[in-house]
């Protein structure tokens, strides 16, 4: 049987094609190739798929500031001195010409108001600061409320609260750098909080401050600290973090296709890169825009450094600030023991609630997996209303740190709104211990209400607004089937299981293994889940869809038509749609 070529394909060359020589640069990738195997080893990478979701660029802005804060810090690095040597300031900023004041200072005014674009590359590395820190936040809690954390995850949650750790030691030892008025506030305070440790508190002053502070070698060591020491830290924790990210696969939110095994999404190339390389462009513009348009930390208003004096209303960076507002409302306790006095009032505000509170988050996965002994991994996602237990304890900590983050602007809040600061005070230390166990209760009932409200949509369907009146003179709010893609959001997730301590012994009189914290595992297993609405089983949804056949044929004679206030929900009918749905 012949074919007939030209029509099935066409062509408008009168050439035929012949092999061309390779490019110097493709010359060049085939002999690395053919030597380190490298084309091999990264095509499954660059193909390895991402899914798409807005909540997964949260990290993503983390990733982009930090980027953002390496290049302004290399521009900032050339110009900076950091050094506390005393001189004369002769610059172009008229209040202070004539001051002494550090080389450090003298260098941060010059950036400021000589060197072409350094207040901008300065104002952008602190809003990159600023945004950097918060973006990690938000996403640990993103990662936690879904339950992304769970395994196979969990040293990937321990790095990133480290990241947080020291991204907001960086911060610190970062506007320390100026030695104003205010930034030598904080390094006095940090002075103090050293010598507040017992036994060895002095001798970690005078090592770190080469001698009684302030000394003369604090700001070059806080700048070595700075750019060089944690930086490094920051970029080898995020390698690994990202490394495992990768090694892990992305997580992903149930729906239709998407299992524990796969991944739903774009290929990183093109078109993950594609898009990352333009959000990388947005962060860089926002960041640029606050910098040009938005003043932060003005040194040469405050100042250089003064030991004798204080900025009044004097406060940290915000990331700084939950454990100043814990210094600010504990009473003066104080207690001499075996010669030492033990400064509470400093102790725990600074030296044993922050670590408590890192502690804390770094064992809520292994908590997490003690109590459910569930040894599986999760790649799917969960809402938080599912975790209505999880959920509660993570709004308890933000309840807390937001709490302790307000005590942290007592003299501001009440010069602002004319309250007594003594009020304040005695109103925050009664909140600080109410308010976390008043969060709890309030979220862990409101996730169970959805849970609730998600089995009575399952079930009867989503409420149209339409009310209907029996022959009877009875009165009833009309429901409509919901899609299949949102029942399935609403089914994909596991039923809780309770955990009960069993007998100690089996059958035959052996004693069966156990721990001796079942009994306490067991209270926490009921805490967690035994008030959670189980999703329904197929025996309850098939009697909910005869309930509906059955008022289907009750009300078959309604005039179909769309139902008013639906237009926007998703819950709007389509054309040719009734209002009896489809059974």
């Not at 490394?243 to 796969?262: A, D, M, S």
């Not at 035959?508 to 067991?522: E, I, Q, T, W």
């Amino acid at each position: 049987m012949s074919i007939d070529t030209s029509k099935v394909a066409d062509s408008n060359t009168t050439t035929p094609a012949s092999a061309k020589a390779p490019s110097k640069a493709g010359a060049v990738a085939t002999w690395a190739d053919d030597r380190l195997g490298l084309g091999t080893s990264m095509k499954k990478q660059l193909r390895k798929v991402f899914p798409d979701h807005w909540s997964f660029m949260l990290g993503e802005i983390a990733l982009w500031s930090f980027v953002v804060l390496l290049l302004s810090g290399v521009f900032l690095t050339l110009w900076f001195d950091p050094s506390m040597a005393e001189a004369e300031y002769q610059g172009s900023y008229d209040p202070l010409r004539g001051v002494e004041m550090s080389k450090a200072m003298i260098s941060t005014v010059e950036l400021s108001f000589d060197v072409r674009g350094g207040l901008l590359m300065r104002q952008m590395h602190h809003w990159a600061a600023h945004l950097f820190i918060a973006s990690m936040l938000i996403h640990m809690m993103r990662v936690y409320f879904t339950g992304a954390y769970r395994k196979p995850r969990e040293l990937n949650w321990v790095i990133g609260c480290l990241l947080i750790l020291l991204g907001s030691l960086e911060g610190f030892t970062g506007y320390s750098l100026p030695d104003d008025l205010l930034s030598g506030t904080g390094v006095r305070a940090a002075d103090g909080f050293l010598k507040a440790t017992p036994v060895v508190g002095s001798y970690m002053s005078f090592f770190l401050f080469g001698g009684e502070f302030p000394g003369d070698a604090i700001i070059p060591r806080l700048y070595i600290i700075h750019v060089l020491l944690i930086p490094g830290l920051l970029l080898g924790l995020i390698a690994a973090h990202m490394l495992l990210l990768v090694y892990h696969k992305h997580t992903q939110w149930p729906g239709p296709g998407r299992t524990e095994e796969n991944v739903v999404g774009y290929p990183m190339l093109p078109v993950y890169a594609a898009k990352a390389g333009g959000f990388f462009f947005i962060v860089f513009g926002t960041v640029a825009l606050l910098g040009g348009l938005l003043s932060i930390n003005p040194v040469w208003k405050f100042g250089p450094y003064d030991p004798t004096k204080v900025t009044a209303g004097s406060q940290p960076d915000w990331y700084m600030g939950w454990p100043d507002g814990l210094l600010r409302i504990i009473p003066g306790w104080e207690s001499v023991i075996g010669g030492f006095t033990i400064s509470w009032n400093v102790m725990l505000p600074i030296l044993i609630v922050p670590p408590l509170m890192l502690v804390i988050l770094i064992a809520l996965p292994f908590i997490e997996s003690w109590i459910t002994k569930d040894d599986r991994e999760h790649h799917l996602l969960e809402r938080p209303r599912n975790r209505p237990t999880q959920t509660a304890v993570m709004v308890s900590l933000m309840t807390f740190y937001g709490l302790a983050w307000a005590a942290g602007g007592n003299d501001i809040i009440a010069i602002k709104l004319h309250l007594s600061i003594n009020q304040i005070t005695y109103f925050m230390r009664v909140m600080i211990f109410l308010g976390p166990l008043i969060a709890f209760i309030i979220t862990r009932r409101w996730c169970i209400s959805l849970q609730r409200h998600d089995e009575q949509t399952l079930l009867h369907g989503y409420e149209t607004g339409i009310i209907m009146r029996s022959p009877e003179g009875g009165y009833s709010e009309r429901h409509l089937p919901i899609s299949n893609d949102a029942a399935f959001r609403i089914t994909a997730r596991d039923r809780d299981e309770v955990y009960a301590v069993g007998s100690k012994v089996d059958d035959n009189g052996v004693a069966a293994p156990g721990g001796k914290l079942d009994g306490l595992r067991a209270k926490l297993s009921t805490l967690m889940y035994a008030d959670n609405v189980q999703k329904p089983t197929a025996a309850e949804l098939e009697e909910a869809h005869h309930h509906a056949e059955h008022e289907h044929e009750l009300t078959a004679a309604l005039d179909g038509r769309v139902a008013d206030g639906h237009q926007f929900d998703g819950h709007h009918a389509v054309e040719g749609e009734t209002l009896r749905g489809d059974h």
